[in-house]
Nanobody, 114 residues
Framework: VQLQASGGGLVQAGGSLRLSCAASGTFFDINDMGWHRQAPGKQRELVAHITSGGKTNYVDSVKGRFTISRDNAKNTVYLQMNSLKPEDTAVYYC?????????WGQGTQVTVSS
């Protein structure tokens, strides 16, 4: 499975961005999908996670501002990010699990200016 993320960029604080991540190929058995981020000098953290059935969870710092969703027909996961803050600046990575293996996308930079 190859994951291709897009949608990052530079935005002012309070702005919005929508990240997308599509899995290549035709799969009917992708399980969990998620978004992670890594800021300079910090460990990678899970931002949001969605199961194949649509159950979601979020890290506390983004609750109420970010929304994760997926389109199973397209094997695509999205992250709508609203009310962005400078501390959201990071490289964002998408991930998925399939048949017991985890896969990662290449990362997309999100920079929020104050």
């Amino acid at each position: 499975v190859q994951l291709q993320a897009s949608g990052g960029g530079l935005v002012q604080a309070g702005g919005s961005l929508r990240l997308s991540c599509a899995a290549s190929g035709t799969f009917f058995d992708i399980n969990d999908m998620g978004w992670h981020r890594q800021a300079p000098g910090k460990q990678r953290e899970l931002v949001a996670h969605i199961t194949s059935g649509g159950k979601t969870n979020y890290v506390d710092s983004v609750k109420g501002r970010f929304t994760i969703s997926r389109d199973n027909a397209k094997n695509t996961v999205y992250l709508q990010m609203n009310s962005l803050k400078p501390e959201d600046t990071a490289v964002y990575y998408c991930s998925c699990s399939r048949l017991g293996k985890d896969y990662w996308g290449q990362g997309t930079q999100v920079t929020v200016s104050s």
